[in-house]
């Protein structure tokens, strides 16, 4: 079968034909209807994130399901999927409790997961270890809600931690408006009543914030400018959170900015930014706080907002053999909402 390996840092997506998979005892066999491209990728394809290769790239997957291991039950063939895509596991604190994003045996497992160390979606099937990494999806359109199990369940997360301080009277800035920064303003409208700012250096991100209801957008290149902007609205209260989506030196030193007291500062990007800090900066009773995906009992959550119709991703599709192009347009920002490519 066609797949995306990623085989060592340094080295681009190769394409290539491998065996298609078999489920063996408890495992599920998928076919893959869409793998949504992440720009975390683009960090494990060009730094050392510890994943060694190779495996088949993508973590952000859903499908059909196409073969059931022994032993599996309330599954059929057929049935439409989303994979919850933090594999741990399944008996540490954390993984009792749904949260296997924050499994603490990753690294004597060495992996994180499909697509993270493990064979992922980028290919025409794909092996699941277990029935427990799968949610249904009903009649959504898998294609459609393979960005669920990732773009929206990580914004998810770091919302939910952050809603006591989504207040009316509060005000939260967005800062990157990709695929996690285009599912986030969603579920902020949907699950909060807070002031919503939108921030991107690309204008053609601002207008999709505005096309998706958001009515303040600025411009953080020019970060005095920006920052004098969220002042005028958020007031001397300053931000109550932020969600940093870029995680760069200037998106994380304008979130510290910008944020107030008794606030927090969510850094999700991978971008490398350092949260600096002093006496008061970030302002005292600032959480700063880094998240990692979310848990399976949130993907649930998600996927019953995508259902309500509250949240829909805007989803670009590419075959499958055009991933290495697909990640290039990813680098220069030339993707609208989700890539996923399609076997
Ligand atoms: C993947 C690998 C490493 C860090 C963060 C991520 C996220 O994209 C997972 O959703
Ligand atoms: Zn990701
Ligand atoms: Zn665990």
């Given at each position: 079968m066609k797949a995306v390996r990623f085989v060592r840092t340094g080295q681009p997506a190769e394409i290539v034909d491998i065996p298609k998979p078999m489920p063996g005892p408890g495992e599920v066999l998928l076919k893959i209807a869409g793998a949504g491209v992440c720009h975390s990728d683009l960090h494990i394809l060009d730094e050392d994130l510890g994943l060694k290769g190779p495996f088949v790239l993508g973590h952000e997957n859903a499908g059909w399901v196409a073969a059931l291991g022994l032993g599996v039950k309330d599954w059929k063939e057929g049935d439409a999927v989303a994979v919850y895509g933090p594999?741990?596991?399944?008996?540490c604190h954390s993984c009792q409790r749904s949260s296997e994003n924050y499994c603490h045996n990753h690294a004597s497992l060495g992996t994180m997961g499909g697509g993270l160390g493990s064979d992922g979606g980028m290919a025409e099937y794909m092996l699941v270890p277990s029935a427990r990494q799968l949610v249904a999806l009903d009649d959504l359109d898998p294609v459609l809600a393979a960005p669920l199990s990732d773009a929206a369940l990580t914004p998810y997360h770091a919302i939910k931690q952050a809603l006591p301080l989504l207040t009316p009277d509060a005000t939260v800035v967005v800062i990157g408006i990709g695929g996690l920064g285009h599912m986030a303003v969603q579920l902020l409208q949907a699950l909060t009543p807070a002031t919503l700012v939108a921030g991107d250096i690309d204008p053609a991100k601002l207008e999709h914030a505005r096309a998706l209801g958001v009515s303040h957008t600025l411009d953080t290149r020019d970060a005095d400018a920006a920052a004098e902007a969220i002042a005028a609205i958020a007031g001397p209260r300053g931000a109550a959170v932020v969600l940093d989506f870029v995680g760069a030196q200037a998106t994380v030193d304008l979130g510290v900015r910008v944020v107030g007291r008794d606030s927090r500062l969510s850094v999700v990007g991978l971008g490398g930014g350092v949260v600096q800090y002093a006496a008061n900066q970030p302002p005292y009773g600032c959480q700063v706080s880094v998240p990692y995906w979310g848990s399976r009992t949130e993907l649930l959550e998600v996927i019953a907002l995508a259902r309500a119709g509250r949240i829909r991703s805007e989803v670009e599709t590419f075959p499958l053999e055009q991933a290495q192009d697909v990640y290039q347009r990813l680098r220069e920002g030339r993707i609208r909402g989700r890539a996923v490519l399609v076997p």
């Open positions: 594999w741990g596991c399944g008996h």
